[in-house]
Structures are given as structure tokens and as C-alpha cells.
């Protein structure tokens, strides 16, 4: 059975404010006062020796993996299946969050980090509970800061904030 830790990117201007995300939002970044609570939770994740440690392209991200990397040892892989909810529809946004999830099956890995963003993780979070996601659940999420840790049916949040 595959142990997942998913979390999300640092905090941004966005998120702290309720501000939307503008249609090209590759290039947001994350907060320097979110900065403490994702090295809290990579000293955290700093004992677990995962399976694949993986994340969305998208610079808010790739700064939030590079600050638990350098903690953690770990070598975080680019998956543009784990991209922002964008130009799509939500079948197709639902269709590729579902292949990265069978690869992960195929692949039979034991332990998976993984750093997306929040309708990412409701998406992941569903699939992997339920069994399904619905369009209404997108925005029910984790804020930055907190952990996610899935093994079976069972979900554990640890806050880190």
C-alpha cells in the first residue's frame, strides 16, 4: 500500500489574500513569511526515504521543493500532471491528476511526496479515498503549511503554520 505526503506550495500573495490567480500564473512566488512553516514540515519529512518525490512545475513549487530538498536530501521531479487546474476543462485536469496516480500504482512505489497545488491535492485526495471527484470538491484543500499523509483510507493533517 503506497504511503503519500502531499503538500502545498508556500503561501503566495494569492493565497494569503483570497486574491485570484491571474489566467498566466506560472511565475507567482511564494511569501518569505511561509518560508518557516515548510522547513518545519521538511525537517518532518526529513526521515522518510520516498519512493518518488515529485511536483508541479510551476515556480511557487519549485521553490517550496528546493527548501525541503536542501533540507531533506530529497530529489524533487518535475510532473506537469501536477500543474495548476488551467486552461482545460475538468475532465481533462481530473484525466491527468488520474494518470500520474496509476503510474505511481504501476511503478508499485512505497512512499510518494508530493508538492502541487490546492485543487491538485483535493483531486488527488478524492481519487485516492473515494474513488471519484466531483467538480464541487475542487475547493476543499489543505492552506500552505500543512501536510497531507494518505495510506489507504485513512488521512492525517499535520499543521506546520
Do not use: W
Amino acid at each position: 500500500m503506497t504511503k503519500y505526503y502531499i503538500f502545498r506550495h508556500g503561501q503566495t500573495q494569492n493565497s494569503k489574500y483570497h486574491l485570484p490567480y491571474p489566467k498566466d500564473n506560472r511565475k507567482i512566488k511564494i511569501l518569505k513569511d511561509s518560508i518557516p512553516a515548510i522547513k518545519k514540515m521538511a525537517e518532518y519529512l526529513k526521515n522518510i526515504t520516498p519512493d518518488l518525490a515529485t511536483s508541479s512545475e510551476y515556480l511557487r513549487c519549485q521553490q517550496t521543493t528546493k527548501i525541503v530538498a536542501k533540507i531533506t536530501g530529497m530529489n524533487f521531479k518535475k510532473d506537469s500532471r501536477l500543474n495548476e487546474f488551467g486552461n482545460e476543462t475538468f475532465l481533462q485536469f481530473k484525466k491527468r491528476i488520474k494518470d500520474f496516480l496509476e503510474e505511481v500504482e504501476k511503478n508499485k512505489y512505497q512512499t510518494v511526496v508530493i508538492c502541487t497545488h490546492g485543487a491538485g491535492i483535493a483531486t488527488i485526495k478524492n481519487l485516492l479515498i473515494k474513488g471519484r471527484m466531483k467538480k464541487k470538491e475542487l475547493p476543499f484543500y489543505p492552506k500552505p503549511g500543512i501536510l497531507l499523509c494518505i495510506e489507504g483510507k485513512k488521512v492525517k493533517e499535520i499543521d506546520f503554520r
